[in-house]
């Protein structure tokens, strides 16, 4: 057929429309923090990534809007200009919290800012079993029927407690870090890019075309290069007791002075949620862990590098696509069923909620749904310790008395410590 060329083009070009569509900028954030987004890794996220997550497709798109918002945010200005904020390197959620204490006095909505704990909470999977906090009939004189409840969505309750753990804590017990490179970090970025290793297998060895088998390679090769140029990151800080080297000493569950306080979180979608703690161990999750250090020229330079790796994105289906005037038709018809797979992985891994595939909020979730204490672990040895009591509630208003009660407790608990800090 003398016009197939011209239909392979107008084919590429009408599937980079409806890839460039589907796609979410957020695919970005992955490509920019590796530790935290391939953190994960077992059978079923083996399967999930090699299937639904190539970016070998048309992503042109969401790399201008990434492009636009670094932009927007002044990181083009220069080393420590601009903001990370709300960008593909430290996203925001976009949450407002507000502290619970024992001071009379009013707070102001904070904002969750990037906020590890509360994607963690988001991602709990709640389950319909367990029992429901009936509503209670006050009125126990009355000799009104009590009005049938309908209910229209099942609401739960998820209380996040934080706290430096000590020998006393569970035996079962799951470490998390999110700091270093490690073998889920590789085995990740390699599982997602199978198909495009397949493809390009069969392009170097059956056709004999070894920089087409390059480019289609590109992909796993700047996700490898992100590892290389990643960004620093604000640590985990919890101080130490002085006498640490003692074995038979603890690490008490609270420092002492630290006032204990309540942070609930502002997400209606998602139900009651609510996280405990000690104030010096909890805010600093709604502050700037894991907010990129900016400290040394080296950084910038990582920045940088970073950012031409996005870059890059934006011009790898359009090279793609200009390619198909000197390649065979053979190759032309490989490139174009490889791009309407991704197209249509991208679209079942929108549908299916799955760009959380692998990432440490995703693997703390599925710690703390099954029960188990969840020790988030920095480099610097500072630690945290969670556990989690997820409980249905039959409606709003039983899930709001829920968090007064807590509230209500944690003011109590901090009254008794006040005595002893005089």
Not at 142 to 159: A, G
Not at 391 to 399: H, L
Request: charged letters at 25%; hydrophobic letters at 40%; glycine letters at 6%.
């Amino acid at each position: 057929m003398a016009n197939t060329p011209a239909l392979v083009g107008a084919l590429g070009s009408v599937i980079g429309y409806l890839g460039s569509e589907v796609c979410e900028d957020t695919v970005f954030e992955r490509l920019l923090w590796p530790q935290r987004f391939y953190n994960d890794f077992d059978f079923a996220i083996f399967l999930k990534m090699a299937l639904l997550m190539p970016m070998g497709g048309p992503l042109h798109k969401a790399a201008l809007q990434t492009f636009d918002t670094f932009r927007r945010k002044g990181l083009y200005r220069g080393r420590r200009k601009g903001h990370m904020l709300g960008s593909s390197f430290f996203s925001d959620q976009i949450l407002k919290y507000r502290v619970s204490s024992s001071e009379d006095q009013e707070l102001d909505d904070q904002e969750v800012r990037n906020g590890i704990w509360v994607e963690a909470l988001r991602r709990v999977k709640k389950s319909d079993s367990g029992a429901l906090r009936p509503t209670k009939n006050e009125d126990a004189e009355s000799t009104v029927e009590p009005e049938q409840s309908v209910r229209r969505s099942q609401q739960h309750l998820k209380h996040l407690r934080l706290f430096a753990p000590n020998k006393s804590s569970k035996l079962d017990i799951a470490v998390v870090t999110e700091e270093l490179l490690t073998w889920r970090t590789y085995a990740g970025i390699l599982a997602s890019e199978l198909s495009a290793i397949a493809v390009a297998l069969v392009v170097g060895i059956k056709e004999k075309n070894i920089w087409f088998a390059i480019y289609l390679c590109l992909p796993l090769l700047l996700k490898l290069a992100s590892q290389a140029v990643a960004v620093r990151r604000e640590h985990l800080l919890v101080s130490r007791p002085r006498n640490i080297r003692d074995n038979t000493t603890q690490i008490p569950k609270f420092e002492s002075g630290s006032r204990s306080i309540i942070c609930e979180v502002s997400d209606p979608d998602q139900g009651f949620l609510v996280i405990e703690g000690p104030e010096a161990i909890v805010l600093q999750f709604f502050k700037h862990y894991g907010h990129p250090t900016r400290e040394k020229p080296s950084d910038r330079i990582r920045e940088c590098f970073s950012m031409a790796l996005v870059f890059a994105f934006v011009l790898c289906f359009p090279f793609g696509l200009l390619a198909m005037l000197w390649v065979k038709l053979e190759i032309q018809y490989l490139w174009l069923s490889y791009q309407m797979y991704t197209v249509v992985a991208m679209h079942v891994l929108r549908l299916l909620d799955g760009g959380g595939c692998g990432r440490t909020e995703e693997k703390i979730a599925k710690d703390l749904s099954k029960g188990r204490e969840v020790h988030l672990r920095s480099q610097n040895c500072s630690e945290v310790a969670a556990t989690l009591d997820l409980t249905p509630v039959e409606s709003i208003k039983i899930g709001r008395s829920l968090v007064a009660e807590i509230v209500g407790k944690n003011n109590s608990r901090n009254t008794l410590r006040l005595p002893s800090q005089g």
